[in-house]
């Protein structure tokens, strides 16, 4: 608070709640230039601002903040600034998951501000503004409105503690998994291709919980692998089930690498298929590239003999690891997911278009199928119909479903088809 601590006195000052501060948002001012730094502080104190802290480096600021990053909603910062600067450190707090406002300083404005977020990501940090030195009354007023409302609107974020290993090994137990379908479907002539099986878990308190907060504990406590055997197991039944009932198709299923790195990993996924009366061209394995071929050479065996035998093979996210073409290289990917990255708002982006459209030609030359993922719009659609790929996955055709949704959805899709399509059989 102002009251307690001088301008520029910034380690001291603590940004802390009274009982009559309730509701004021606490701002925390950085600045290097001390006579700025005491002119802004005095301007939001008589807009009657009272919980405003300073700090007179980003070092300081870090160091103020450290204790309680959530007692400060607000923070205005110079760019420009010797040591490290106010670009470097939007980062770490973004880096640190800080989910308040930021206000800059400085006379580029809106180009500035454009930069800033590309650099920052998609972090929870909320860019309200830039302001030239030094900020008017209402040039703050308005920024500091506009966080009090958003403040106001959005849903206070859920903080969950990771899973532990038991809880996971529980679900493994008692058979908490299940499978959620995505279609892949043909850009020519609108024809469901296969669809993708994504696991979720079904927790008994916390809900339908997602892949992304448990696939990597499982891959590091050794539960990936009879969790991949179960997700073969029962995406192969979910395949004869539909055929049952008249519907062809294939299932793609993830392989983490931990998986490909058992040298059993190809033996014991054949022999799931015959137990389940399937054969290997019912199933393709989705192989993220990202650490493949890393330092065994037992994923690639894995891999070839799985290709051998047709099972088929497609090398998930292409674009986003390091070392992509060495794998096309390697190994006889029969498709090419290209990463959504890629794929969203390609049509006007120079810089992705190009990869993607090269993604597709090496696709079509190597002999594979182009599948794009994350398509969320007609207009990206479009653009894979004219730019030559295969197949198409996301939300613009379907957002990943139970299994007794399948059928309801493809009805509806053959029904959007002719619009899409120019050859809709
Ligand atoms: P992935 O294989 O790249 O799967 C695609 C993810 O993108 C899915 O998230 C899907 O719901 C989401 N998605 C699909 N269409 C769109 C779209 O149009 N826009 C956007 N923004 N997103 C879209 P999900 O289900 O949360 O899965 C996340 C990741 O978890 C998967 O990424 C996959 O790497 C992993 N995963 C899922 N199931 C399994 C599994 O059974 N085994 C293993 N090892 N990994 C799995
Ligand atoms: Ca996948
Ligand atoms: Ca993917």
Request: proline content about 6%.
């Amino acid at each position: 608070m102002t009251d307690s601590c001088a301008p520029g006195d910034a380690l001291p000052c603590r940004l802390g709640t009274g009982e009559f501060d309730a509701g004021q948002p606490g701002i925390l001012l950085v600045d290097d230039h001390p006579l700025m730094l005491a002119t802004q502080a005095r301007l939001l104190s008589g807009m009657g601002y009272r919980r405003v802290g300073t700090a007179r480096s980003a070092e300081a600021a870090l160091a103020l903040m450290r204790p309680d990053p959530a007692a400060v909603d607000v923070l205005i910062c110079d760019l420009n600034m010797p040591g490290m600067d106010g670009i470097e450190l939007l980062r770490i707090l973004d880096r640190q998951g800080f989910g308040g406002g930021v206000i800059l300083l400085s006379g580029e404005g809106a180009r500035v501000l454009q930069t800033v977020q590309r650099l920052l990501g998609r972090g929870q940090l909320v860019l309200l503004g830039a302001l030239e030195k030094p900020a008017s009354r209402e040039g703050l007023r308005g920024l500091l409105d506009d966080w009090t409302s958003r403040a106001a609107s959005r849903p206070a974020p859920k903080v969950r503690p990771p899973f532990t290993e038991e809880e996971l090994r529980t679900a493994h137990r008692l058979g908490e998994w299940v499978l959620h379908y995505q279609p892949k479907v043909d850009l020519g002539n609108g024809s469901l291709a296969s669809l993708e099986a994504l696991i979720r878990w079904q927790h008994p308190e916390q809900g339908l919980v997602m892949p992304d907060r448990f696939i990597a504990l499982a891959e590091a406590c050794g539960l990936i692998d009879p969790m991949t055997e179960w997700a073969l197991r029962e995406g192969l039944a979910q395949i004869a089930r539909w055929r049952g009932a008249g519907l062809d198709t294939r299932v793609a299923v993830n392989v983490s690498m931990a998986s490909l790195d058992a040298p059993d990993f190809a033996n014991r996924t054949s022999a799931i298929v015959k137990e389940m009366g399937m054969q290997p061209r019912d199933l393709i394995l989705e192989v993220t590239e990202s650490r493949l071929g890393e330092s065994s050479t037992t994923p690639l065996e894995n891999l070839v003999r799985l290709r051998v035998q047709r099972f088929g093979l497609s090398i998930d996210d292409f674009g986003t690891g390091h070392s992509s073409l060495a794998q096309l290289r390697d190994i006889p990917f029969t498709e090419l997911k290209v990463d959504r990255g890629f794929v969203r708002g390609a049509r006007t982006n120079a810089v992705i278009r190009p990869i993607l459209e090269g993604s597709i030609e090496m696709a079509r030359r190597l002999g594979m199928q182009s599948v794009a993922e994350g398509v969320e719009t007609q207009d990206d659609w479009r653009l894979l119909q004219e730019v030559g790929c295969d197949l198409a996955q996301g939300y613009f055709i379907a957002r990943p479903m139970p299994a007794e949704q399948v059928v309801e959805w493809l009805s509806a899709w053959m029904a959007r088809r002719p619009a899409l399509v120019a050859n809709s059989g």
